[in-house]
């Protein structure tokens, strides 16, 4: 039994020992013009610096991420969401477990979500179902070395370098002051970090200690919680309006309006185009937002709010994600309270 588990565990890492790469990053010019920078403007040790990337293992499968094919980029440009594109993605990040833990994870941080209501205006199942999302409730915080990855994508060209860069400077300065060994951290493949998934430079601008214990920790559920809070306010999150509704329209496809978060209409000129509830109290431009499924396509309004979640992640599938696992979260909150 325990050789076969050995040989699993071996199986699992095979790749990684027969593809990682390590490199010595203080050889190039950039990387020295990079060190001098942090040395010269922020204090950084020089030596400190150059022991510290001149073993970096490259990190691939982040940079492929950067590095579509031609091929690839002919294909997004070209191809529309398919047909039953959202009954595939709501499968994934709306399910019954998820659901489940978010309820636990409200029942157990309801001083803390109802605090951060009260300061930010944000709701506590809207903070609950972006920390469910990202990191399933802390769960998976991400797997790649983050000083690794980020001077992988600064570095290795990519469509990104300069803001790679900016992130990776963020970082070492954040490491810095919190005393932290930078190649200690953990994170997405795009280098960001904790239950909240903040990228460095967001850190720096948004995430708040809310259990004023003196240290900004984002693998702190309460700091976690009380950073989504600030970054939804500071993007524009407004306390008494709704964040979405769905629509009727006639048909079963809907092809007559661009739909997404970049275009806004007035719901006097969408014609045909009501609420499928009739409390719907915002009377703003609204977001168009459509879901593809397999027989037909869901229509939405989507309000400011639902456009302050695109500001976490730029998708509507994501936005519209979080708002009915939201919403899913707080039905079933509601019937174990009562």
């Known amino acids: 039994m325990y050789r076969k588990i050995f040989s699993i565990v071996i199986l699992f ?28 403007e922020h204090g950084f040790n020089k030596e400190n610096l150059k022991k510290l ?13 950067y590095q579509p094919s031609k091929k690839r980029v002919k294909k997004v440009k070209k191809t529309e969401r398919k047909a039953g594109s959202w009954d595939r993605y709501e499968k994934m990040f709306l399910s019954a477990k ?17 605090k951060a209501y009260k300061i930010y205006g944000v709701l506590p199942e809207y903070i609950t179902a972006i920390i469910g999302i990202e990191t399933f409730y802390g769960k998976n915080t991400g797997r790649y070395p983050v000083f690794d990855t980020l001077t992988t994508l600064a570095f290795e060209k990519n469509r990104r370098n300069r803001f790679f860069k900016n992130e990776l400077k963020e970082f070492l300065i954040l490491s810095k002051k919190n005393k932290e060994n930078p ?29 004023n214990d003196g240290v900004i920790d984002l ?24 964040v979405a509704t769905r629509v009727s329209y006639i048909g ?11 275009y806004k209409y007035k719901r006097s000129h969408l014609n045909g185009i009501k609420p499928k509830s009739g409390k719907f109290y915002y009377a703003k431009k609204v977001h168009l937002i459509k879901l593809d499924r397999k027989k037909y396509d869901e ?33 079933r909150y509601k019937r174990l309270i009562i």
């Not at 990337?53 to 991420?65: G, N, P």
């Not at 280098?191 to 998934?197: D, F, H, K, M, Y």
């Open 183 to 211: 190649k200690a951290v953990f994170g997405s493949y795009a280098g960001a970090i904790g239950l909240a998934q903040f990228m460095p430079s967001n850190f720096k601008k948004l995430a708040v200690d809310f259990d």
């Open 299 to 331: 229509l939405w309004y989507g309000t400011k709010n639902f456009y302050v979640i695109t500001r976490y992640n730029r998708s509507n599938y994501y936005a519209m994600a979080i708002h009915k696992l939201a919403e899913k979260i707080k039905k």
């Open 13 to 40: 890492f095979l790749p990684t020992l027969l593809f990682s790469e390590n490199k010595n990053y203080y050889k190039n010019k950039e990387v020295k013009k990079f060190i001098k920078t942090l040395e010269k």
């Open 252 to 262: 079963k496809r809907f092809n007559r309006l661009k739909t997404g978060y970049q």
């Open 98 to 114: 998820r659901v489940k833990k978010g309820v636990l994870f409200m029942k157990k941080y309801k001083k803390s979500l109802n």
């Open 219 to 242: 693998n702190n559920v309460v700091d976690a919680i009380g950073s989504v809070a600030n970054y939804f306010k500071k993007a524009g999150w407004s306390k008494h309006i709704p």
């Open 53 to 65: 990337f001149s073993k970096v293992e490259i990190q691939k499968s982040a940079l492929k991420q």
